[in-house]
């Protein structure tokens, strides 16, 4: 039985990556801070330590006797480019420090995100130009943070496109309504195409880069970095026909939104969020993100992580959304 140290486990990855690696008979550790969904971890089974990566608490007896690691928490939306660092960088280098401190450093696999890398060139096969986000550049900190124990600590790195599921907290949210009124919005003028992997990929990729895939290294910045999607790439039309589909809707009428009309709707959305005291998905660190017209994975990187990592997705988008669909939108 291997024991797995999860971060993030309460959150929509960790909640499916939990429910995998306890299916396949091992056992999960998961450090988070005090709330119901960690008390729904515990009666399942999973040993929770109340602690917090940003201050450290609860770190070093999580790391204890801990097998593998995967690093899930992070911050996707707050109100200051430092809180990101807070979390996904200056987190993610406590962890890595406490592991590699240990006599026998469990292997630590980061999720990180195609924004570390940035959006790709022109044509959907272009070379990452660099992060245009504070989010994105605090994730590819938080990788560096990591590579800089290298010689301590066996560490890989995957950068998943969008991910989709039961539970996700971001985009099906919004395109559901939105297709059900035959409606929905894009972003810019341009075209605009992504990469998606259904979230069940991303766990069985992530328990896959346990135990397979290139260490990172300090000599080379490209190796045990693994950008993974379904193998296909789709502009926003088709995403939004195949969920209409799934739905039983017509495909919807699309219409582009000017990016000064989404900049200007995203500050809007921040003002309102700050007097709820909520930081809404919509944001500026987003719209910059938004603005760019390619999100995919290159692909000489997903045939290295197929060829390195053994993994391959499974999950076609149907078969993904419809899964997605059928099983909620909130069900985590």
């Known amino acids: 039985m291997t024991r797995y140290l999860l971060t993030g486990a309460t ?3 960790g909640h499916r990556l939990t429910r ?3 299916a396949r008979g091992h056992s999960v550790t998961a450090l988070a801070r005090p709330s ?7 009666k399942i089974g999973v040993k929770v330590i109340d602690g917090d990566l940003s201050t450290g608490a609860g770190l070093g007896e999580a790391v204890a006797d801990a097998d593998r690691v995967i690093h899930l928490a992070a911050l996707v ?3 200051t480019a430092a809180d990101y660092w807070t979390v996904n960088r ?17 292997r630590l696999v980061v999720c990180s995100s195609l924004a570390a890398a940035g959006p790709s060139g022109e044509s959907p096969d272009g070379h990452p130009g660099g ?3 504070h989010y994105g550049a605090s994730k590819l900190a938080g990788e560096q943070a990591v590579r800089e124990y290298a010689d301590r600590l066996q560490a890989v790195v995957v950068r998943p496109g969008i991910v989709y599921g039961p539970g996700e907290p971001a985009l099906l949210p919004v ?6 009124r035959g409606l929905v919005l894009k972003a810019g003028l341009g075209p605009r195409r992504y990469c998606l992997l259904y979230v069940d990929d991303l766990c069985t990729a992530l328990l896959a880069a346990t135990e397979r895939g290139t260490p990172l290294s300090s000599d080379n910045p490209d190796a045990g970095v693994y950008p993974i999607c379904d193998g296909l790439t789709y502009d926003w039309p088709d995403i939004c026909s195949v969920l209409a589909q799934v739905m039983g809707c017509r495909s919807p009428a699309i219409l582009p939104m000017p990016m000064s009309v989404v900049h200007t709707a995203a500050r809007l959305a921040q003002l309102i969020g700050r007097v709820r005291g909520q930081m809404p998905a919509l944001n500026s660190d987003k719209a910059r993100e938004m603005g760019c017209a390619h999100w995919v994975c290159p692909s000489e990187g997903i045939r290295v992580a197929t060829r390195e990592l053994g ?3 499974l999950t076609p988008l149907h078969r993904g959304l419809t899964a997605a669909v059928s099983g909620g939108l909130e069900d985590t």
């Open 311 to 313: 993994y391959a997705p």
């Open 36 to 42: 119901a969904r960690a008390q729904a971890l515990r």
């Open 20 to 22: 995998m690696i306890l």
């Open 175 to 180: 395109l559901v309504p939105m297709i059900r």
């Open 77 to 79: 939306k707050a109100r």
């Open 11 to 13: 959150g929509f990855v």
């Open 90 to 106: 200056h987190g993610t280098a406590r962890l890595a420090r406490e592991l590699a401190a240990l006599a026998r450093p469990p």
């Open 131 to 133: 992060p245009v986000s």
